[in-house]
C-alpha cells in the first residue's frame, strides 16, 4: 500500500482515483456473489493517491480460490507488472497507477474498511485508546496492553465488532467509523477530540511523530491541530483496572472475559506442571528401567502412566510428588 511496490509509479489526482476505482468496479463484477469487495473511504478533501486500495473476500473457495482470483485478474485487467506477496496482489497499470488487492476473512471483511478508511483516523484514535488498553483492529475493539497480558494472562481480550456498539462507547458517529462515509479532515479532528479518552497533552506518539523526517500529511496536521487547543485541559488518567471494569460493563463482557481469563490462567498452570513432569519423569528415566525399548513404546508407556492418574498434567504431577520412584518404575513395568 501507499505506492511503492513498483518503481516510477504515477500518483493519482482525484479524477484518475474516480476512474480507475470505476474501473476496477465493472471488472470485479465479472465474479458475481463468489467475492465482497470494497474499498475503505478516502478521506473527501484529499486531492493526491498514491494507489487504489481494494479489500477483497472469497465467499466460499470451492467455488474460487486465491489463485484462480489472481489469474482471472491479471487476464481481464492486463497490467504491466504484477506482485504477489502473501494476502496482497499488486498491480501496475499501463498508466503506471498501482492497485492493491488484499484479501480478508469474511468476518474481518468490514471492519478492515472502518479499520483502514480516512486515512489515519483511526491510527490516531488508538493513540489514545492505547493509553487505556484498548485498540482498534481489524478484530473490531480490543481489551490489550502489557497490563492484560501481566495481570489477567492474555495478550488482547475481543470486546465489540458492533459498529454502532463501538461507536457508542467511543462517543463518536457511526458514520465516522462504518467503512463507508468520507470525512473531511476538519471533521476527523473535530470527531476525535469530541471522542472518549481524547486528552490531547498526555500523546507520546506527538513527539516520536516531530522527530520524523516525513510525518504523513493528515498527523502533521493533526498534530498542528493539537497545538491549538487549550494547554490546561486536564490530562485523563484512569487505572487499568477502572478501565477494564468498565469496558466489560459496557460492552456486558464480564462472564466472557472472566472465563476465558480462567482458561488461560488453566493453560499456563498446566505449562508449567508439564515441565515439571518432564524433570521427575521422563524418557530417558524409562529407557534406563527398560534400556529394550524404543522412542514409540516409550511415548506410548509414559502416556498410558500419565492417563492412569489424572486427565491433566498438574493432578499427574500431584500423583508423581506424592509417589515413592520406585513405585512409577513398578508400575510402568505393568504397563510394558
Not at 473476500?57 to 502473501?86: A, H, S, W, Y
Not at 483492529?137 to 501481566?150: A, C, F, P, Q, S
Not at 490546561?232 to 481469563?261: G, H, M
Request: glycine share 6%.
Amino acid at each position: 500500500m501507499g505506492g511503492s511496490a513498483f518503481e516510477n509509479c504515477n500518483r493519482l489526482n482525484r479524477k484518475q482515483y474516480d476512474e480507475v476505482s470505476r474501473r476496477i468496479g465493472i471488472l470485479l463484477s465479472i465474479f458475481g456473489s463468489k467475492i465482497r469487495w470494497g474499498s475503505p473511504p478516502e478521506l473527501a478533501n484529499k486531492e493526491s493517491f498514491g494507489d487504489v486500495d481494494v479489500h477483497v473476500c472469497i465467499v466460499d473457495k470451492n467455488l474460487l480460490t486465491e489463485m484462480q482470483f489472481f489469474e482471472m485478474l491479471v487476464k481481464e485487467f492486463k497490467p504491466v507488472e504484477t506482485l504477489r506477496q502473501g494476502r496482497m496482489i499488486n498491480l501496475l497499470s499501463v498508466e503506471r497507477f498501482q492497485i492493491d488487492f488484499v484479501f480478508f476473512q469474511e468476518e474481518k471483511f468490514e471492519f478492515s474498511l472502518a479499520y483502514n478508511g480516512n486515512g489515519d483516523f483511526a491510527m490516531l484514535m488508538n493513540a489514545y485508546l492505547s493509553k487505556n488498553d484498548l485498540m482498534l483492529t481489524v478484530d473490531g475493539l480490543i481489551l490489550r496492553g502489557k497490563n492484560i497480558k501481566v495481570v489477567d494472562f492474555m495478550d488482547s481480550f475481543l470486546l465489540s465488532t458492533d459498529f454502532q456498539a463501538i461507536c457508542s462507547f467511543l462517543l463518536i458517529p457511526i458514520h465516522s467509523l462504518n467503512g463507508l462515509n468520507s470525512l473531511s479532515i476538519e471533521s476527523a479532528f473535530e470527531i476525535l477530540s469530541n471522542s472518549r479518552f481524547f486528552s490531547p497533552f498526555a500523546v507520546d506518539f506527538v513527539t516520536k511523530i516531530e522527530k520524523m523526517k516525513k510525518p504523513r500529511p493528515m498527523t502533521q496536521a493533526f498534530i498542528d491541530f493539537l497545538k491549538t487547543l487549550d494547554p490546561t485541559v486536564p490530562t485523563l488518567t484512569t487505572s487499568y483496572f477502572e478501565n477494564k471494569a468498565f469496558c466489560l460493563e459496557y460492552f456486558n463482557k464480564k462472564d466472557e472475559f472472566q472465563i476465558k481469563r480462567d482458561s488461560a490462567i488453566y493453560g499456563i498452570e498446566e505449562t508449567n506442571s508439564k515441565i515439571q513432569v518432564k524433570q521427575i519423569l521422563n524418557g530417558d528415566h524409562v529407557h534406563k528401567w527398560f534400556p529394550k525399548l524404543n522412542g514409540p513404546e516409550i511415548g506410548r508407556v509414559l502416556k498410558l502412566i500419565r492417563q492412569a492418574h489424572g486427565s491433566s498434567w498438574g493432578s499427574f504431577l500431584a500423583w508423581l510428588s506424592a509417589t515413592e520412584i520406585e513405585t512409577v518404575h513398578v508400575e510402568i513395568s505393568r504397563l510394558i
